[in-house]
């Protein structure tokens, strides 16, 4: 059985992005300037979706 493991942190992160536009541009401008795999890393977490998936 596959269950969505997000962690308290990403939950809000999660949240915040919905809510305030201007701090998911902010985000995802700093997010662009990551490697690659860290990007992701991340945006699998935000999605709830496993490596493996």
Given at each position: ?53
């Amino acid at each position: 059985m596959n269950k969505k493991i997000i962690s308290p942190f990403d939950r809000d992160v999660v949240k915040r992005l919905k809510k305030d536009p201007e701090y998911a541009e902010a985000y995802f401008e700093e997010l662009a300037k990551a490697p690659l795999p860290l990007q992701l890393a991340i945006l699998r977490r935000l999605h709830g979706v496993t490596q493996e998936a």
